[in-house]
């Protein structure tokens, strides 16, 4: 079957998937208990203002009808108004999205430039001192509280050795570079703004690596998993046969087989540090969609909660779609079925 | 007599496992000449892969070669460091495996997996790189070989694989070629094919080949010499015609007479050795056949039989089938 | 004539019976063996056991009453009479910490439990009537893991109002599409060869093929699972009751501990650091103990 086809397919699916999470999210913002058209009135209201507000925003209407109001909002852009800032969601929501996808892009790239080579390390030295150290570390890093980590980080970092700021993405002082692709250490390179660079580093190591954690120390057990797996695979003999060093045969012949497994784990891994922003960007004061879904839960703005996870879940639908994709390309097997 | 291009002395391989130490090779010796194709025969789990992985240096943890000789080229191979074995794999002595679906690497296409040897070894690029590619898939009659080069191995036959395979091997003209069952993982009509396409390489290259099988109709039909190996051990060297013709000792009468041939009468049973395989962790003491040998004495359990010329270049090891013979 | 062949097929019975209890020994004994001989795994089985312990005396071991203000303790530094310090209105945290294992203990048992309840049954009916109904659920399924389950959990448990049912409640409908593809592939796998077997002698009850066949190769996996699942369950939780969803705020629930010192950990470390440090001493002892259940679990199955 033709790669392109397979792509448009692959992508096609993600449509029904869509629809089910709308489906999700509005049965979710269903649940809450009380009256949402109250909820937005406010306290003092009346009676005829509640009501006012009930039919306008179609709450009296049957479910199955404020399905299809909400649907239709969403395609508007409509993720209705967050009750801390008075603003619509989706504004919120676009001032807020770039720092944590930088954010959480920073940590995916720590997560495969220290989790694969582990991984590599640890079945290549396998039930030797590289491996053991590589094992220990995903176990204990596979059993910390994130956000107890980046408090102790925090601790350390920032109050016992002052190395490291504690939070925020960017010093007061500093300008933000010019807003190219909203990614601050992308812009300030772009733009040959190394003070600022170096300064948005400072800020995005220790979020960033307490972010990587989880997604690490995953990497880093898959990688290991498909390495040995693919170390006692015939074909590396033959290279071996074949006059092949063993670094070369590790590094050429096993790797590509190892790699495609461990790709399919990215995007999960990717969600999985999605889902942490929303505790460490709050520690980190980092001024990201996960902040504001933190202080969403306090104040109890429900409409921002669903807001983000609807946003959050198409973000990790897409990260999971160029996963599959690149899957699909790096694989001949499946190219050539 | 041609010389010696290989010569293996009293090599012995072990396995050091849970269970204890399997003693797979104890003292295997045996010579491959210039331009010769020698057989390696034996049944299943007899030592014959290890025989050429040891060879080729290729024995890994928690295998061992404890003790012997590889003369090949005036080196002693066991003698060699890795880094210096690696430049005789694949250059001078070259191995073909078993399964073309399983020892070619399915995410790198033939082209790169020829290319990477030629490059390895002979330090071409480019242009020269692909013309050398394509001239090692011509040697082994592949059809349509610039296609090939950007194929996958899923995109080929079985018997096309198995040739890419033999082109990896040819690719930089090396003086000796194992090749390690070549037809077993193959169905009947490649065979013919494959084996054909040896036997022809051979003399249009002038290499030796060290053929290694259970089947003997391969080896009759392939080899100028035979090499018979029972549990880890020689028990019987000599000219394929000399072999086939007057075979010495009981384990080389015993296969030839189980092999089933069209002239048998079909209603008589065919013949099989009484006994089973001994376990190599615990082998028979002194000669490894003798519990299950015809031609069994005292001495049998007590000193191992080396290999001797009981007649004009043909060996055996057995004391009472060198006895016979030099009776007679 | 009609009493003897009766007589020898009891013999039979029994003898079969016999030696299957007495093979059953055999693989226990292995299983204990292969358990025992992992340190790492005797490790999280030291510590689950000693929380478990800790969870059950706690009214009785702890020094203190976890709940008392004591405002002249306020936020003292781990001492002789206070091992981990006290936090900002002075309660003792060991004590709490003890307290809080209980609970969390319970959510991370009941999630766990409210999952797989979920989860296998519609794994069952996906595996096992295939076709259309698998395929929706399956496509269900992926809607439900198109979330983080971090990010599905909070967003149900905060919609539903909070408090400790409610999380439950959250992390099963997070959780079950996993258990649900485990059981469904299970399933398939075992219909391809039980199926066809039990279709043409037993003539259809497919209620007795589940039971027979596709049940006991199915709970396996699934105890494999939770019991590698528990930590994470554990986790989870505790991050939903730092972001302040679970728990109603006395109750010593680790998580919302850690969060509860947050405005003074620069200075008083301990209100929030012990808390968390008990949190990934108990997962790490889930985790030690599921990884030990799967390699005498797991490689058993296989044969």
Known sequence: MKIHYLIIRRILQTIPVLLGVTFLTFSVSHSVPGDPARAMAGIYATVETVEAIRHRWGLDRPLPAQYVIYLRGLLHGDLGISIQTRRPVLDDIKDRLPATLELTLF???????IGIPFGIASANWRNRLPDHFARLFVVFGGAVPTFWLALILQLIFFRWLDWLPAGTRISREMVEPAHITSLYLLDSLLTGNMPAFLDTLE????????????????????????MLDALQKDFIRAARANGLSRKAVILKHALKNALIPTVTVLGLLFGA?????????????WPGIGTYAATSITNLDYTAIMGVSLVVALVYVTANLLVDISYMILDPRIRYE | MSEALLSVRDLETHFYTYQG?????SGVSFDVRLGEAVGLVGESGCGKSVTALSILGLIEPPGRIVKGEIRFEGQDLLRLTDRKMQDIRGRSISMVFQDPSTYLNPVYTIGNQLSEIIHLHQKQSGAELRRRALEALALVRMPDPARVLSQYPLQLSGGMRQRCLIAMALACHPSLIIADEPTTAVDVTIQAAILKLLGDLRHEMNMSLLLITHNLGIVAQLCDRVVVMYAGDIVETARTKDLFRAPIHPYTKALLQAVPSVYHDPSTVLPSIPGMVPDLINPPPACRFHPRCSQAMELCRTIKPDLREVAPDHYVAGHGCAMRCAES | MSAQPDQSSCDVLRERRRRERQRWWRQFRYSWHVFTGNPLTVVGSIIVLALVSVAILAPLISPHNPVRLNMAYSLAPPSATHLLGTDEVGRDILSRIMYGAGISLRVGLMAVACIAALGVPIGLIAGFFGRWVDSLIMRIADVFLAFPQLVLALAIATALGGGMQNVIIALAIAGWPWYARLVRGLVLAVRREAYVEAARVSGGSWFKVIQRHILPNTIGPVIVQASQDMGFTILLAASLGFLGIGVKVPAPEWGVMVNGGRPFFMDQWWVSGFPGLAIMITVLGFNLLGDGLRDILDPRLRK
């Open chain 1, 107 to 113: 940590a995916a790239l720590l997560m495969c430039v």
């Open chain 1, 203 to 226: 800020h995005i190591v220790l979020p960033g690596i307490t972010l990587a954690l989880t997604g690490t120390v995953g990497i880093a057990r898959m990688t290991r998993a498909s």
């Open chain 1, 273 to 285: 540090m999605l889902g942490g922003t929303f505790v460490i960007e709050w520690i980190f004061s």
């Open chain 2, 21 to 25: 130490v399997v003693q797979a090779l």
